[in-house]
């Protein structure tokens, strides 16, 4: 079932956000952690933690062959991979196929990247409890504020909106998650950072994905969020950044270690505090073609953790 391709803030238009302005094992084991009630180190124990891919880094190549897409990804050695928002025009019967494909390649699905609409009540919200539960997923995630320069009031209508879903997904096995961009790291109305407000307004079990790159391109430490956020950051997103334009391939379009990020002092923080259970490469574009550049991500990710 080909979907077009969508940018970020494409689908975010379309899945709700006007809306939203109105109104436990671990993974590594094969069973996801239920909130606060597993500690970070019982979820890291076992440290064969997965190495997934978001969908987006891939947008074209799924769109225009998915079983292809996933078979490709799967050789290359990834072992999950995160759906982004157009999965939720997917019928049932189709997610039940992709389901059926991903278990015959041995490929998991541990979360899905969702607008606002996915979060509240309605028929939306409904489907895609359905569809992450076909899909075997535990997670699903906001991958944006449905705003671009939030208040501080915003951002706290937001995390109550957040933890009403974390309410009503619990109940089917669950859980909601945020996903942060760049500008949840400023400070709204002069006092509080964003991400904070989202961190202290919602329950424990609601997982802070991290976003790497935009946490650096906002200047902010990771590991510190990390450390202060114990067993809530259990995603990530293993994108890089670097100073620069992006005609000298910089910013977003470096690769996995070619930035600065500094992902050693990153991974100890996120297995020995944050609670991670699995990883997600994520790069938006590069100098190579999507495939290639999700390759040569991985290789760079190997190469890490043989060091």
């Given at each position: 079932?080909?979907?077009p ?16 302005l109105?109104?436990t094992g ?13 500690s970070?180190t019982?979820r890291?124990?076992a ?9 987006y ?34 019928t ?8 059926t ?96 407000i989202?961190a ?9 994905q ?17 450390t ?6 259990r ?38 505090t ?28 190997r ?5």
């Open positions: 079932m080909p979907t391709p969508l940018s970020r803030r494409d689908f975010l238009a379309r899945s709700g956000a006007g809306a939203a109105l109104t671990t993974v590594a084991d094969g069973l996801l952690a239920r909130g606060a009630q597993a970070p019982a890291t124990a440290r064969a933690l997965p190495i997934g891919i978001e969908m880094a891939v947008r074209g190549e799924q769109q225009r062959d998915l079983p292809g897409t996933l078979r490709a990804l799967k050789a290359m050695g990834y072992e999950a991979v995160e759906f982004y928002a157009p999965y939720t025009g997917w049932l019967p189709y997610a039940k196929t992709v389901r494909m991903m278990d015959d390649m041995g490929l998991r699905c541990h979360s899905t990247h969702n607008g606002m609409g996915s979060l509240l009540p309605g028929e939306l919200m409904t489907k895609v409890v359905e569809l992450n539960q076909i899909l075997g997923a535990r997670y699903v995630v906001l991958a944006s504020p449905p705003f671009e320069l939030g208040t501080a009031a915003d951002y706290t209508r937001l995390a109550a909106q957040l933890t009403a879903a974390a309410d009503v997904l619990r109940p089917h096995g669950l859980f909601a998650g945020y996903h942060n961009h760049d500008a949840e790291w400023a400070t709204v109305d002069g006092g509080t950072r964003a991400m904070d989202i202290g307004g919602t329950p424990a079990d609601l997982m802070l991290l976003d790497v790159g935009t946490c650096m391109k906002a200047g902010a430490d990771p590991v510190a969020w990390i202060a956020h114990p067993g809530r950051i995603s990530v997103h293993l994108k890089d950044w670097a100073p620069g334009t992006e005609a000298q391939e910089k910013q977003y379009r470096v690769l996995f270690g070619e930035g600065i990020s500094p992902w050693s002092r990153i991974i100890g923080a996120l297995e020995s944050g609670g991670v259970e699995f990883y997600l490469m994520e790069q938006e574009g590069s100098r190579y073609s999507e495939l290639d550049t999700a390759r040569r991500c991985l290789d760079s990710w190469k890490l953790r043989r060091g």
